[in-house]
């Protein structure tokens, strides 16, 4: 889940990282008794960037600030940030974020931040285990290896790093970006802006999104479709891909993005992704294929596919389960359904038994192989 500023910002102050001083301010609502308002800054509530491009971060005193940001937000009861203003003698770029190649935590820093960090000198990048002696030496060397920081600001961020990896490693982030991360005239650093991301399987390890963060949960609701939600009801993650023609029914994160490279290569691209939710039931198919026949009524979607993987349980009781979810149900549209399934799964049940028993509730073909499952389909709609 993204947390918006406000909310990742909590996060941080709770970790005992710097940032401004700031308020929540709903329609109606002003400053509160001895808020420095003096050029401070009014700041749409959004987990996206590019906020100051598109006219969501305005000065306070100009007159109509907060209902030009909500205007342009198309919610006139959006909450906005008030942030006091802080006098920044330097913008910094650093980001942490989870590297699953590498499986470690990457460090991205840039020694000129901002709104147009993109367009400056790629960023020093370098892998962190903040847990590992000399980590903040570590840092230190990568900083100055290419002369981008002076010596002193070069410790200080160094130090920092290491600390937020920690707190990105507590928390459970895949995401901690600080732009800009501002050095005031006496040196200190002070996080002005703030994008975290925090891993949804992992969330059993924090209090409620609901209660946690609020507003962030509010707000990813709200960007849901229905099915969506509805998906998230009964137990798994399903998100829609808008322009698909295959309803797509998978289980793991993994196979699903095998099976949406395969598709798109064959020039099908999926109109839906599902994985499995943490801590959700252990058995959603009939769910999920509930879900994906309403996709696949759609007039642009063509076909259905379902692949999962088998690797002990009895393909016979599998193939039983889902021929009668098909005969409650039956797709709307030809359906393609490919097992892979191991040697012990397949013990006294073979897949041309499956196959016989799947034909006769309307499945159009059933492959283990799943190019060949997506080959079939190819030339089944074209």
């Given at each position: ?298 007039p642009e979607v063509k076909a259905a596919l379902f692949y999962t993987t ?57 492959h283990d192989d799943p190019l060949e499952l997506v080959r079939s389909l ?5």
């Amino acid at each position: 889940m993204r947390l918006i500023e406000h909310e990742g910002k909590a996060l941080l102050r709770r970790h005992g990282v710097a940032i401004p001083r700031g308020v929540l301010l709903r329609p109606g609502e002003s400053a509160p008794e001895g808020f420095p308002t003096s050029g401070a800054f009014l700041k749409a509530q959004v987990p996206e960037g590019g906020r100051g491009k598109r006219g969501l971060v305005r000065r306070a005193e100009e007159p109509g600030a907060a209902e030009a940001i909500r205007a342009a937000l198309g919610d006139p009861a959006a909450p906005l940030l008030l942030e006091e203003a802080v006098p920044i003698a330097r913008e910094i770029y650093l980001a942490l974020r989870v590297d699953g190649t590498a499986q470690a935590i990457e460090l991205l820093v840039s020694a000129e931040g901002g709104v147009e960090v993109e367009s400056g000198a790629p960023p020093i990048r370098h892998h962190l285990d903040p847990d590992a002696p000399g980590a903040a030496a570590g840092v230190f060397a990568a900083l100055r290896r290419r002369d981008a920081f002076p010596a002193d600001l070069a410790a200080r961020v160094a130090r920092l790093a290491v600390r937020l990896a920690r707190v990105l490693a507590a928390e459970d982030l895949e995401l901690l970006e600080i732009n800009p991360l501002a050095q005031l005239a006496d040196g200190r650093l002070v996080a002005c802006d703030a994008k975290l991301v925090r891993d949804d399987a992992a969330a059993f390890r924090h209090a409620p999104p609901a209660v946690e963060a609020p507003l962030s949960a509010a707000i990813a609701t709200a960007a849901m479709t229905p099915l969506e939600r509805r998906a998230r009801e009964r137990g798994f993650h399903l998100v829609e891909l808008p322009g698909g023609t295959v309803a797509m029914v998978t289980a793991g994160a993994g196979l699903g993005m095998l099976m949406l490279d395969l598709l798109s290569d064959h020039g099908l691209p999926a109109a839906c992704f599902m994985d499995n939710a943490q801590g959700g039931p252990d058995e959603t198919m009939p769910e999920r294929l509930a879900l994906a026949f309403e996709i696949a009524r759609r007039p642009e979607v063509k076909a259905a596919l379902f692949y999962t993987t088998i690797a002990s349980r009895p393909l016979k009781g599998r193939v039983q389960a889902l021929a009668k979810a098909l005969c409650e149900s039956p797709p709307p549209k030809p359906l393609f359904i490919g097992f892979a399934a191991g040697h012990a799964s397949l013990a006294g049940y073979s897949l041309e038994e499956a196959r016989a028993t799947l034909r006769e509730v309307g499945v159009t073909a059933l492959h283990d192989d799943p190019l060949e499952l997506v080959r079939s389909l190819k030339a089944a709609v074209g």
